[in-house]
């Protein structure tokens, strides 16, 4: 087992998707300048993202139905059960995000709980998440083990993937996210993120991991991710990048760094200003 120090010396998969959409978060994480892990009261997108979220746990019930309840409820429509499923998701929510959600005021949460579970009772939503059974189907075979950590001293990497199926032959890593579905295939941060878990499993496991899920929560939609040679090039070149920022490099800003909703905005700022001061002299 690994000690705090250990820890911290590894580079977390995080700090690689953080890498990729800007170098810069990486720099003032380091310098221990942390996004205030606390909400705003009135912060709606942190509630949405926790409801989605949690979503992404519950597919394979809302998409085959709730196999636990299936003798006390064979009767149970199909509605039913998708209304119990939610609500499970709504008691729970602070109960689980109590560090993200603390300081959200009740009302505006009962408010964002009640148009989330009108969106996902949509027909059109429902449709959409019931084409995408293959996922369900595994795990309703394999199940899947929540937020699995898995440290590699050897690639000095270590991560938690939001799920792990074992099938007995494969291991394969799951990812929620919820954001922007693309339009077709797996976005190349989320190709990266599974390949960086792909070399953690095969680290861990002595197998090779063939390809992992992304689950586009929000459209619904999953996509299968073949593990490709490229990815895992990408995922190793970025862990030393990485390891070059923790250690003090001030990088170059992201090529479509969110600046707009940065909480680094002003530090970003005053240290590009002295940059430039110390070059024009
Ligand atoms: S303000 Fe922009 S460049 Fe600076 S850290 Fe934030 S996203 Fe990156």
């Known amino acids: 087992m690994l000690d705090t120090q250990d820890r911290s010396t590894l580079v977390k998969v995080s700090e690689l998707t953080h890498y990729l959409l800007c170098p810069r978060l990486v720099y003032f994480n380091a310098q221990g300048k942390q996004q205030p892990a606390h909400v705003q009261k009135n912060d709606r997108s942190a509630i949405e993202h926790a409801l989605f979220k949690e979503l992404g746990f519950s597919w394979q019930k809302l998409c085959l139905g709730d196999q636990e309840n299936v003798p006390k409820s064979r009767d149970r429509k199909p509605d039913e ?109 989320d190709r990266m993120q599974l390949a960086a878990y792909a070399l953690l499993l095969e680290d861990a496991y002595e197998t090779t991991v063939q390809r992992g899920f992304v689950e586009y929560i929000r459209a619904p939609e999953v996509r299968t991710a073949v593990i490709k040679r490229g990815d895992r090039a990408l995922a190793l070149q970025t862990v030393k990048r990485v390891k070059r920022v923790k250690n003090g490099l001030f990088p170059d800003k992201g090529e479509h760094a969110p600046c707009e ?18 070059l024009m002299r």
């Open 81 to 189: 059960a998708i209304a119990q499923t939610l609500a499970e998701i709504t008691d729970d929510l602070e109960l689980i995000y109590k560090n993200e959600l603390g300081s959200v005021s009740e009302d505006l949460l009962e408010r964002v709980k009640t148009d989330f579970v009108t969106l996902i009772s949509t027909s059109e939503w429902l449709g959409r998440l019931q084409s995408n059974d293959e996922l369900a189907l595994l795990e309703r075979s394999f199940g899947f083990e929540r937020e699995r950590s898995v440290i590699s001293q050897r690639l000095g990497l270590v991560g938690s993937m939001d799920k792990l199926i074992r099938t007995g032959d494969e291991h394969i890593p799951c990812i929620i996210k919820t954001g922007r579905c693309p339009a077709y295939s797996v976005w190349k941060r």
């Open 261 to 278: 909703h940065c909480a680094f905005a002003a530090q970003c700022e005053t240290r590009r200003t002295l940059l430039s001061r110390l």
